[in-house]
């Protein structure tokens, strides 16, 4: 049954030529007493409409919040101990990547101002504070050392952590499930691996009862790390002999080497930092030169002449960073976000490093390798 045709207002004679007017027009035509759709005319009553009004200000305005936001540009702070170089790089790639999955383009929705310290730890404070005065929206440290500094220049800032070994240790958080305050991350298990480290050294060199460790005293994050080998080496049947690397130089590094020369260790095993990691190369080739089978903590130790390498697989870490940043960007608090911890480790074998070395490597122990350097 059609609807009644509609009231013309008062004051229009001529209802044939208004309504044919009305529907030529086709828009919405209001009167006091009624709202007249285009498709079809229907009156509503004041309460109705009133209604109807509302509705449409629930719905439309999540929208309106949505188009504010599309053109927020958000302002990311990285602070590294490290340099711009690989495999650091790489790293921050997988970062990068990580931002683009979940709609964060830098230069475009997002601005990232890094801050690399070079391996310089005395750097750091000066790198945070200045990052703390730009206001960043978050701010992402990494690897391991950096966020300790940050956390001392801000405590309203979101901290994003990436790669620490002992967040609880060194008092970044209160504790894994429950960080507190504005730091939260993505641990390291550096000091839950340095065991299974010193083991994989023993495997290769059975007769080795004294293991160096060489770690630098300045990052606060290496010492858990020399206290974790020093427990788990007499199960082993080893002595630790702890090494330290007095500053952040090449000559720091060689004079490291020369007690180590004096000392006549069985094996080498060089704990996860950032100012280490920047002299791998001359760390491999005076281990080399020293004859020393020596493990490191990620895969670039291994590719950079290193006999072996076990750790975290950094680039994912860096990756799934990204996920934390973006919760914390649509207002997650990160005293409510767990640290996470690592999910991918790879163990790296360079046999060229062992043929310089005259060492046999296990079939058993290379089957176990996730890649083999040849």
Known sequence: M??????????VQDTERWADKSERNG??????????????????????TTTVVAVLILLLAPLAAGAQQTGKVWRIGFLSLNSDTEPYKRWHTAFLEGLRKLGYVEGDNVIIEHRYAAGQVERLSTLAAELARLKVDVLVTAPAGSAFFAKKVTST???VFIGEPDPVGTALVASLGRPGGNVTGLADAHADLVPKRLELLKQVVPSASRVAILWNPANPSTAPQLKIAEAAAPTLGATVLPIGVKGPRRDDVDRAFETIGKERPGSLLVVGDATLGIHRDRIAELSIKHRLPTSGSHSAWAESGLLMSYGTDFADLFRRSAILVDKILKGAQPADLPVEQPTKFEFVINMKTAKALGLAVQPSLRARADRIIE
Request: proline share 20%.
């Open 2 to 11: 059609m609807p009644p045709a509609p009231r013309p207002p008062d004051g």
């Open 27 to 48: 828009s919405l035509q209001f009167s006091t007493n009624a709202v007249n759709c285009r498709l079809r005319y229907c009156r509503l009553s004041p309460r109705i």
């Open 157 to 159: 800032i979101p901290i």
